[in-house]
């Protein structure tokens, strides 16, 4: 299937200093008349834009969305592994720019009223530009709380708009819920690398699991003021398991290959996408494989991470019958083995790790690579791809050209899960049809709706529910920015404190290792690279961004967020 690559240098610009909803204006860029909204090629060019917004990979050596977010206990840091944000910010793209962006989709739905397209054909593209304004509100909300809801176009005489407060979460997320009910219905096409009916479903599931669960777990005195809220709840995952329902009976199938997902040069066969980004050599290309090689060091697993990989048995390391012996074990070569380690373990963990660790004094060349360290001893494995992509092309920035996955099955299938047993539905039929499928491909024997208790489990949720939040753990590990929100919605980022859980700062076990020129435990596990100095302690504030000081001072309606 042919590539399309949609980079607008729209969506490069960075402007601060005025209102939001002002910057940008996308009526000075082309003649804002009925004759223009008429055209077919202006709209899709309109429209495309957005697909900027999806990071995947990243763009050259720019940050992706996989990998690169190790504000987690998955991952440590290589340098850094503070809280994203530890004091206010004047201004932060991660507001204005998105904000920008739903003044775009607004004026492209503003401009759809004056079309003279057939009516299947604007609610289209009005879909596309309420999926994506659904979008951008929906992280909008999940970083900083109460936003300004705005569904039109601002100008300069809104001051209404312009100086009001932030409008209650609650409220924006149902018209987001809205947005993307309406799009879901709408969206005509079926090209994976565009914006379909089936992926606004994606969103959906994604979005209304976040909320329902968010808003079941959240505290008054966490979540700046706001309770738990049962109905809503409720409301928001049935939301959840009837998206993902729809798109189960869509005629997707699993990958046979785990890997496939994730190192893939051409992902428009994969039975398991649901829409995904396209890279090409030379034309649009990555850096994520390189940062899994680099020489000045590579962000591992954490052992916690590790740890939440059952065993071939189905058990977790606290009752398991199998060897659960991690100390990694010199081999002729010189390198310490995990293969058997590897080998009793669910099958994603060898395909995600390199088969032998690789810390200060025994670097590790990943099948030609230049040798490289990681911050835990685990090496990251799972998106390089050395068959198809040549070792010069793997050893440099901005040179990887490997599809991305944004939304796929298996992700379906786990927001399926975990909706139906949050609301208490939950069947052993559901699970066989959903998680048990993940779990077949992983090795694992089936998952049943009564699972025996781990002692691991911090979370002080049921069984069914810990085993369906590993399941998902292990499933996406490193991807998509996925673990830092579920503790989010999870009201569970407490457990992001390396004081209170040291696990998420160390790494592999070195107990075999004479004299390493690493930092360990008295027990031989790893401790992740500069974090003896950047203790992350939490604090409740956290669970919000704080709001750019820049947009207090201009409205004085707007507040900040608690504690910052």
Known sequence: MKKIFIISAISLLLLSGCNDFLDIAPHDRFTNTPEYWSNKSNLENQTNTFLNNFVGYGNGGG?????????SDDQVGYQFN??????????????????????????????????????????????????????????????????????????????????????????????????????????????????????????????????????????????????????????????????????????????????????????????EIIFYKPYSKNVLMHSTIDYTINTSGTSGMTKDAFDAYLFLDGKPKATTGMDTNDAAQLNADGKYDLTPILAVRDKRLSVILDPVLTFKGHPYSREGSNEFTS??????????????????????????????????????????????????????????MSINKLQDRAGLPPMTVNPEADPANNMGVSNIIWEIRRARRCELMFDNWYRYWDLIRWHQLHLMDSEKYPNIYLGANLKNVPDPEVDVTPEGYMIGSNTLTQVRRFDKKYYFYPIPTGQITMNDKITQNPGW
Request: glycine content about 6%; aromatic content about 12%.
């Open 63 to 71: 940050a992706g969305w996989f990998y690169f977010k190790s504000l």
């Open 375 to 432: 911050s835990t001893g685990y090496g990251v494995a799972k998106y390089d791809n050395p068959a198809e992509i040549s070792t010069s092309d793997r050893n440099n920035i901005g040179k990887q050209y490997t599809d991305s996955p944004l939304f796929w099955l298996s992700v379906i299938y786990l927001n399926y899960a975990e909706a139906k047993a949050e609301l208490n539905e939950l069947t052993q039929a559901d699970l066989d």
């Open 82 to 271: 503070l809280w994203t944000y530890t004091n206010t910010v004047s201004d932060d793209n991660n507001w204005y720019g998105t904000l920008r962006e739903i003044r775009r989709a607004s004026y492209i739905i503003e401009g759809l009223s004056t079309s003279t397209l057939a009516e299947d054909e604007k609610k289209s593209f009005e879909g596309i530009a309420r999926l994506n304004r659904a979008y951008q509100y929906y992280q909008l909300v999940r970083m900083y709380g109460d936003v300004p809801w705005v569904d039109k176009v601002v100008s300069t005489d809104d001051d209404e708009i312009l100086y009001a407060p932030r409008t209650d979460r609650d409220q924006v997320m149902d018209r987001v819920l809205e947005d993307l009910q309406f799009a879901s219905q709408h969206i005509k096409g079926t090209n994976k690398q565009r914006f379909t009916a089936d992926m606004a479903l994606a969103v959906l599931s994604e979005v209304a699991l976040y909320e329902g669960t968010y808003s079941k777990y959240r505290t008054a005195a966490d979540n700046a003021g706001k309770g738990p809220d049962t109905a809503r709840a409720a409301k928001y995952l049935k939301e959840s398991v009837k998206a993902s329902q729809a798109l189960m009976k869509k005629g997707y199938k699993l990958s046979p290959s785990y890997k496939a997902i994730y190192n893939s040069i051409d992902l428009s066969s994969n039975p």
